[in-house]
């Protein structure tokens, strides 16, 4: 497909981890992000991942990397109420820097 | 001032007005550009600069118009808007283009067209 796709929403109980997915469009992607948005607020790069990796881990974040299957995954570790937001995840499509984003999934944590 | 500002950060205009939306950033960074989010859709990409020259014009029309005079400033000027162009306009910037370079992100400007 041409689109960056997530899933629109995502509920998830306080302490609980949350893996929100993505599938992007070109195997050749170099970088892939995960920014978060708060509201009112621009967005924040949380982390990325190079396409040489299978995963990589900081903190209570853990982005998982499938090349043959264009799939990436962002799990957050006891997640918290403050990590309700919109996690958009978005592709590096060309040399010069341009992303490809997604349309953000909605995370709501409730306690 | 720190990071990337953006003003003004709420814009109602009708159709007929000019306006311009600023960003400015602080980080001593070589690339800009303009995002445009709409509900529920991705991010769409506007404009880029690097070094003060547009490398980047992803089909816009011309109804907006972008000027980068140093690298530190960009500009958005809009006329004779439609309504559909109500949406959150974001500005970001970084060091350069190539490599795994962050983009940091502004606020954003919600901007309402009447």
């Known amino acids: 497909g041409e689109d960056v796709e997530q899933s629109l929403f995502l509920s998830v109980r306080e302490g609980d981890s949350s893996v929100i997915n993505c599938t992007y469009t070109d195997s050749s992607s170099t970088y892939l992000y995960w920014y978060k948005q708060e509201p009112g607020a621009g967005l924040q790069l949380l982390t990325y991942i190079f396409s040489n990796m299978d995963m990589k881990q900081d903190q209570r974040l853990t982005v998982l990397l499938n090349k043959k299957d264009k799939h990436l995954s962002l799990r957050i570790a006891d997640t918290q109420t403050g990590d309700s937001a919109i996690y958009f995840c978005a592709e590096r499509k060309d040399s010069w820097g341009k992303l490809q984003f997604g349309a953000g999934t909605q995370v709501v944590v409730t306690p | 001032e720190t990071g990337v500002t953006q003003t003004p950060r709420h814009l109602v205009m009708g159709m007929t007005n000019k306006k311009s939306l600023k960003c400015e950033q602080h980080?001593?960074?070589?690339?800009m550009y303009w995002y445009k989010q709409s509900a529920k859709k991705p991010l769409e990409l506007m404009f880029v600069y690097s070094l003060e020259e547009r490398v980047e014009n992803n089909s816009v029309p011309s109804r907006f118009s972008p000027e980068c005079p140093n690298s530190s400033h960009l500009f958005l000027h809009l006329h004779t808007l439609q309504p559909e162009d109500s949406a959150l306009y974001l500005c970001?910037?970084?060091?350069?283009?190539?490599?795994?370079?962050?983009?940091?992100f502004g606020p954003g400007t919600r901007l309402t067209v009447l």
């Open positions: 970001a910037s970084s060091h350069a283009l190539a490599g795994g370079d962050e983009q940091f």
């Open positions: 980080l001593g960074h070589n690339a």
